[in-house]
């Protein structure tokens, strides 16, 4: 049929041309001229056992979280260095007049104006200025202030009589200002202050209103301290034990498939000569593995009724710690409360006492007059007198 068709499509029907021949290549090297050696040649090549370094423990996650946490506590500090160098209270434009005059006041509540300030701390004498610390950017109050009396007496009165005061629902601190009248004293920022609201994390902090003297959270900041190494080797410890419990069974798995693996080939050798025999050692096998089995699932409840006995052990501490903390703070408060119960008492006792003066002072006051006036009628002449009398009995 191809033959009827015109030129044009047989040429698609054309077949192509051959391939050229390449001739293969020839190898390098071939295994006739390959020989095979020992490696005893290359001995001097390996490593000197005595030289081979000590394999590195990595560390585990908790110790990278401490040694990232220390890094960046480096950096604050060294931050915080070079500000207290910056740093000259007794040349800031906005610390004017007499610093042994002035008290601090903070934990001032966002929303207190400097007029509900001043009445509050005007019954302790006369106030100079008061000076509200306010961000330099946003206007916004930081929530503390300067207050500078006219005499020291009114300062030391706002001093010990002012602080734990409440003002529009929150209580002050009040104190003296020890940034021009303390010798290398640092503030909050710098890592100084007497407060122990911001020490560190929530366990560190102390959560109570009012002064505080550093010697009192000094103890809580070592129990914090003590719980977060002891939570450190804790984490450390268990990362170990659970690594070692591991490799323990991967351990004992290779030994029982080997020694499993030696004793399969052992039968089969013996088992045509000795089939009772054989019974009797595979029994004794059985019987060795069994114990083994036992022994571990021994090991492993250990271990883990230890874990149990030892997180036990710390669920007590720190709810014993917390109740103790509770207990403390409900004292504290049980104590304000008394103060505050005891002003008013104080406050309604003074008043008593105004008033009776008072009712005392008109009493004397009445018979002072009284006394007067019967002196004056007794030197009155006698015909005066009558004649007074006489008026008076004659009716109008």
Request: proline share 5%.
């Amino acid at each position: 049929m191809t033959q009827f068709l015109p030129a044009n499509l047989l040429a698609l029907f054309a077949p192509r041309e051959p391939l050229p021949y390449i001739a293969p290549p020839v190898p390098k090297h071939s295994n006739e001229s390959c020989t095979l050696s020992g490696i005893g040649q290359f001995v001097h090549m390996f490593e000197d056992p005595e030289e081979t370094p000590v394999p590195q423990k990595a560390p585990s996650r908790a110790e990278k979280k401490e040694a990232k946490r220390k890094a960046k506590e480096e950096i604050q500090k060294q931050k915080i260095e070079e500000e207290i160098d910056a740093w000259d209270p007794h040349n800031d434009p906005n610390a004017t007049g007499d610093a042994f005059k002035t008290v601090f006041v903070s934990r001032i509540n966002f929303d207190t104006r400097e007029e509900k300030l001043r009445r509050e701390f005007e019954k302790f004498g006369y106030i100079r200025k008061i000076h509200m610390v306010k961000d330099a950017v946003t206007d916004k109050p930081k929530g503390y202030a300067f207050i500078e009396y006219e005499s020291e007496k009114d300062m030391r009165a706002a001093f010990k009589h002012g602080d734990g005061m409440k003002i529009d629902n929150r209580r002050v601190v009040v104190d003296i200002e020890r940034g021009r009248t303390v010798k290398n004293w640092k503030p909050r920022r710098f890592g100084g202050g007497l407060g122990g609201t911001r020490i560190g994390p929530p366990d560190m902090n102390m959560t109570h209103s009012g002064r505080v003297d550093p010697r009192q959270y000094q103890e809580k900041l070592a129990r914090a301290q003590r719980a977060r190494e002891r939570e450190l080797n804790l984490n450390g410890e268990a990362e170990e034990r659970e690594r070692s419990r591991s490799r323990g069974a991967e351990d004992r798995e290779r030994d029982r498939s080997e020694r499993r693996s030696s004793r399969e080939r052992r039968s089969s050798r013996e088992r045509s000569r000795e089939k009772p025999r054989e019974d009797d050692r595979s029994e004794r096998r059985r019987d060795d593995d069994r114990r083994r089995d036992d022994r571990d699932r021994g090991d492993r409840r250990r271990d883990r009724d230890d874990d149990r006995r030892r997180d036990r052990r710390d669920r007590d501490r720190d709810r014993d710690r917390d109740r103790r903390d509770r207990d403390r703070d409900r004292d504290r408060d049980r104590r304000d409360r008394d103060r505050d119960r005891g002003d008013r008492d104080r406050d309604r006792d003074r008043g008593d006492r105004d008033r009776d003066r008072d009712r005392d002072r008109d009493r004397d006051r009445d018979r002072d007059r009284d006394m007067k006036k019967d002196v004056e009628e007794d030197r009155k002449p006698k015909d005066e007198v009558m004649d007074e009398n006489y008026n008076n009995e004659i009716p109008a």
